[in-house]
């Protein structure tokens, strides 16, 4: 089982559908971090969460500390929102505290819009 | 201006060879990183820098040496490329911590080795 898992997998929406990822963890963090990887291959980071919620256009995302859980919203979903999503976790550890990027990522998720 | 450069984009090379690719940062950040992206999309940390100094080091084989001159630069080497050496490595950087401060991803160097 991985620390960090992500479903669904695969998400196929129509335009103007709202979306939700969803992201748990079973390590100790300083942070959770939402990416969004497009089929060119760059990544792009959408959020850093160490707790609540926040949001950003049309993008939310909201974090629960004590379930280990995160999860990211898409409302009025657009083609352009197609691409993968990767949920990935900050990890406290002994040796790494708490450096921002000793990420541990969960798998992505395929989101495509339809128009 | 791009904040997190690497060079090159695409390297094909044959087994057995000794190649470099290269970082650069001008976002005055102090920690960057290294991660691979193998076949299946799936990302892993190699190596961590912070103030030119290693700081993480994942069960990466000793043919990969990052080397950080300065800490706008973490340059990677690797010798004796094998197969599975094939996929995608992206540079990284972001500040050592504190909340607010989030990772800046270059875009990508595509390794192939044949």
């Known amino acids: 089982k991985n620390e960090v898992e992500q479903s669904p997998q695969n998400l196929t929406a129509q335009e103007g559908e709202f979306i939700t990822i969803n992201c748990s963890y079973s390590?100790?963090?300083?942070?959770l971090h939402w990416l969004q990887q497009h089929p060119g291959g760059g990544i792009v980071s959408l959020f850093m969460l160490s707790s609540g919620k926040k949001k950003h256009g049309r993008l939310i995302a909201t974090i629960n500390i004590q379930e280990k859980h995160s999860s990211l919203h898409i409302t009025a979903s657009h083609p352009r929102d197609s691409a993968v999503y990767i949920c990935a976790a900050a990890a406290l550890t002994m040796n790494y505290g708490g450096s921002q990027g000793n990420l541990i990522f969960g798998k992505g998720t395929k989101l495509s819009v339809k128009p | 201006d791009t904040a997190v450069s690497q060079t090159p984009k695409y390297l094909v090379t044959q087994m057995g060879n000794d190649k470099s690719i290269k970082c650069e940062q001008n976002?005055?950040?102090?920690?960057m990183y290294w991660y691979k992206q193998d076949s299946k999309k799936f990302l892993k940390i190699m190596f961590s820098?912070?103030?030119?100094?290693?700081?993480i080091n994942e069960t990466v084989p000793n043919r990969f040496s990052p080397k950080s001159p300065d800490k706008a630069h973490l340059n990677l080497h690797i010798n004796s490329l094998e197969l599975g050496d094939s996929a995608v490595y992206f540079c990284?950087?972001?500040?050592?911590?504190?909340?607010?401060?989030?990772?800046?991803f270059g875009e990508g160097s595509w390794l192939t080795v044949v």
């Open positions: 990284a950087s972001s500040s050592w911590t504190g909340v607010g401060n989030t990772i800046y």
């Open positions: 390590v100790g963090i300083s942070a």
């Open positions: 820098y912070n103030n030119k100094e290693l700081i």
């Open positions: 976002l005055g950040h102090d920690t």
